[in-house]
């Protein structure tokens, strides 16, 4: 379909620079903290740079470690080696330490937050979704743990960066002696009150990850943190991530070791990028609110979040089209159709048309247990299996949360340098296509 001659897109003109959904905002001080590096010769994986970013990050997020590492997946790797490690014990080298166990699984998220679930030889159960936050279900936890009562570690995601329901999900982990891989690599300076004082994301779990990939808040243009209140696992990660070496003067071996440490001229990037922090996060609110405004009196309404015990980063803004709005959509494996009726519109009409327009949103992320690699996983619903439940002599079926998020919902571009103007364009293509 050609938007720009359909009638209804009349007088709207592309963009000239393409509007992106989330790109790298440098500053300046970036290209100080890099030539610092390189004028002084720590081009490597130890310098100055990594040493300030790993201080400065546990301050801001109010932990005692934290451990810079090549990106938010391979701190992830090492948080969930960690967990089956203290669970289950050291694994020959040839192992996964969670071999042979499951593991409850955020379903909403980027593969990212539970490949490494499967890295260390684990099954991935995937917890449906809830509607206030968009992510892990409560009461689908609880269920999971009457279904599986022995598994004994949670990964949650705070989507998007909006924080989860932590207070219960922790109050039911406690109840059943498991630990949280907390993935808080999308909400980086996000908030939350626990027990009432408000903490940052990335201290919510046992092993807690964030990530600087070029797509989020701030950027080291790849990276991530392990963040952590315990010397000993900080120690652990910081080994395992530089080869596992031993104290012997040869190159000598216990341990299964990674090259997963961060780069000191990545680290200057971050360092240049850490005050902007706040000051992103800010941009991020306003654009978020602009969306809430704007798209008012259309039959859609913005990603949801704990307006009494959380405070978002606003990563991303997102929308999520009313029931009885959505215009027909099918979506096979790789493709999709879409048709348009007045007064209705669709995720991919609207993604289209914002695209015609150089700007750019992307469909919400695809939930787990969809996912065709993990698609024989577990999946455990509100009100039990999530598999298997439709019946060809039973009208109706059972939620998925999750599945009707990603039916219905769409990410908007979300980019800091993205004007007022731009947004009010691009807030003007959504109200036509539900004309
Ligand atoms: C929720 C989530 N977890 C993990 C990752 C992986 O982080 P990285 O790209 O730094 O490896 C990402 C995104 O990149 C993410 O969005």
Known sequence: MDFKKDP??????????????????????????????????????????????????????????????????????????????????????????????KVFAADMTFDASINPIAYEDGEAVFI?????????????????????????????????????RMAQIKRIADAHGALIVEDAAESLGAKYRLNGEWVE????????????????????????MFLTDSRADAEKVRKWSTQSREAAPWYQHEEIGY????????????????????????????IW????????????????????????????????????????????EQDYLWQTEPGKSSP????????????????????????PIYRTNPFVTAEGNGRGRTNAYIKGVGVDVGADIFRRGLCLPSDNKMTEEQQAQIIEIIHRCFM
């Open 8 to 101: 209804r897109f009349e007088g709207i003109k592309p963009f000239e620079k393409k509007v992106w959904l989330s790109s790298p905002t440098v500053h300046g001080d970036e290209q100080h903290w890099v030539d610092e590096a390189i004028r002084t010769n720590w081009i490597s994986t130890v310098g100055e740079n990594i040493d300030a970013i790993e201080q400065q990050v546990a301050g801001y997020i109010g932990c005692k470690y934290a451990v810079a590492v090549s990106c938010g997946t391979a701190a992830l790797h090492l948080a969930t080696k960690l967990a089956g490690e203290r669970l289950y014990g050291q694994a020959k080298p040839n192992a996964g330490t969670l071999a042979g166990r």
């Open 128 to 164: 449906d979704t809830e509607r206030d936050t968009w992510n892990m279900d409560p009461q689908a936890l609880e269920k999971a743990f009457e279904i599986y009562p022995d598994v004994k570690l949670i990964v949650v995601a705070h989507l998007y960066g909006t924080p989860g």
């Open 201 to 224: 994301t990335g201290t919510l779990g046992q092993y807690n990850v964030i990530s600087f990939n070029g797509n989020k808040v701030i950027t080291g243009s790849s990276g991530g």
């Open 259 to 286: 090259n997963y440490r961060m780069s000191n001229i990545v680290a200057g990037i971050v360092r240049g990028q850490l005050p902007y922090l706040d000051a992103h996060i800010d941009q991020k609110r306003r």
């Open 289 to 332: 609110e602009r969306y809430e405004k704007g798209l008012a009196d259309l039959p859609v309404r913005m990603n949801p979040w704990d307006r009494q015990d959380s405070m978002p980063n606003f990563w991303l803004s997102c929308c999520i089209i009313d029931e009885d709005a959505m215009a027909p959509t099918v979506r096979g």
């Open 348 to 371: 991919h009409e609207i993604l289209e048309a914002i695209s015609a327009f150089n700007a750019e949103g992307r469909p919400i992320w695809k939930p787990m247990h969809m996912q």
